[in-house]
């Protein structure tokens, strides 16, 4: 799976890239998801992609598959050998057919 | 004419600082040789500038407004950004910048009609400066640094053709635009094979790997660029492996010369083939210089 999908267009990539970059976002994330999803212009498949933890989908609409791995990361975990192994091993386990990993 | 008096590539994997500790001893051997080896060549050289090329990551700009070339024209480089610091697990690090290089750079490079884009406000860096940095004593050394980050992964993506060009015109503007006794170090910052945020998130294409450092080390350009396309390095890790054109600006900027690699290693647990190559700035092979 490559960039052959990849549509820059896309309103996840700025969610996720405004998640990287303030950590104030990611605390209301965490604790309001829904209202953060609210503020971008996501697609109906897109949103729901994203609430069902799908990575598969996300990838089939076009996310670039960089981003798509720092997504799984900000949800699932992001320190080096603890929760970003859990983030590669659940990402991996999307793409690879199981779709949601929520 | 300044002087390239230094110039290799190297991976940056998160791991080669964070997961470091639990590789085994055979791993961690070849990743230990490989930066002490860099590192005292860098100290050896007597640089007065290290110009760092390495993939942005899509770590500083939105995927619709994103530069092919990013120049960090700050007087002091901190690192890593917020984001990555549990991720990578290092220390922070401020390494000196050089606002009279990075300009001079800049407008070098628009003039020799290769676009980049230039910030005076610290970059945002990830494993891709914050790795070779710590990992080769740049601090230590108080060698300043400018870092140029690239487009590697965002389609479309400046080939190895595009990249070995943009080299050509790095090593025409240190030669004829820095001053003449300034001693420069280049060093391309990524790879080996690894497909990050992919399906195959843990593939390490070894067979690519070992070709890939032979190929660099042996000088032969033409052969480069004939053969290290877009297409064979998304095969051997899609979104990652491409990240090696930031060692064919390298490249591009010293001509044919040969390299010598420190070892070759693969760990699963790193998601990446490493070997690092340092090429020989003192040998002349002006048959095999290629023509982009």
């Known amino acids: 799976m490559g960039l052959e999908k990849f549509n820059p267009s896309l309103a996840t990539h700025d969610l996720i890239q405004d998640l990287k970059w303030s950590p104030e976002l990611r605390e209301e994330f965490a604790a309001d998801e829904a209202a953060v999803l609210d503020r971008y212009a996501l697609r109906k498949d897109e949103r729901r992609a994203i609430e069902t933890r799908n990575f598969l989908a996300l990838y089939d609409i076009g996310l670039h598959p960089y981003l798509g791995g720092q997504f799984a990361r900000l949800i699932f975990g992001n320190e080096a050998g603890k929760g970003a192994t859990v983030a590669v091993n659940k990402l991996v386990e999307s793409l690879q057919g199981k779709g949601s990993v929520a | ?292």
């Open chain 2, 1 to 292: 004419m300044a002087e390239i008096v230094f110039a290799a590539g190297a991976p940056h994997a998160p791991g080669l600082i964070g997961l470091l500790e639990a590789a085994p001893a055979d791993v961690k051997d070849v990743v230990v040789n490989t930066y002490r080896n860099l590192a005292e060549a860098i100290a050896a050289a007597k640089a007065d500038v290290l110009i760092v090329f390495a993939n942005d990551h899509l770590a500083n700009s939105r995927i619709r407004t994103y530069p092919d070339f990013l120049i960090g024209m700050a007087a002091e480089h901190r690192g890593p950004y917020e984001w990555f610091k549990p991720w990578i697990g290092c220390e922070d690090y401020t390494v000196k910048g050089s606002p009279d290089v990075a300009s001079a750079l800049f407008n070098g490079m628009t003039k020799r009609g290769i676009r980049m884009f230039a910030q005076n406000e610290n970059l945002k860096f990830d494993d891709n400066i914050s790795v070779p940095v710590l990992l080769t004593n740049v601090v230590g050394a108080g060698i300043p640094m400018v870092p140029v980050l690239q487009n590697c992964t965002v389609p479309p993506i400046p080939d190895q053709r595009r990249c070995y060009e943009v080299g050509q015109a790095l090593g025409d503007f240190i030669r004829n635009d820095l001053p003449a006794d300034m001693r420069v170090a280049l060093l391309g910052s990524g790879g080996l094979s690894h497909e990050p945020g992919g399906a195959r998130y843990y593939f390490i294409d070894e067979e690519f790997d070992r070709w890939f450092l032979d190929l660099v080390a042996s000088g032969d350009h033409e052969k480069l660029l004939n053969e290290l396309t877009l297409e064979k390095m998304e095969a051997a890790g899609s979104g990652g492996t491409a990240e090696l054109l930031a060692w064919v600006v390298v490249l591009g900027a010293i001509g044919s010369k040969p390299g010598k690699s420190f070892g070759y290693t693969v760990h699963k647990d790193f998601k990446c083939g490493v070997g690092g190559v340092l090429w020989d700035m003192d040998a002349n092979m002006p048959k095999q210089r290629a023509t982009a």
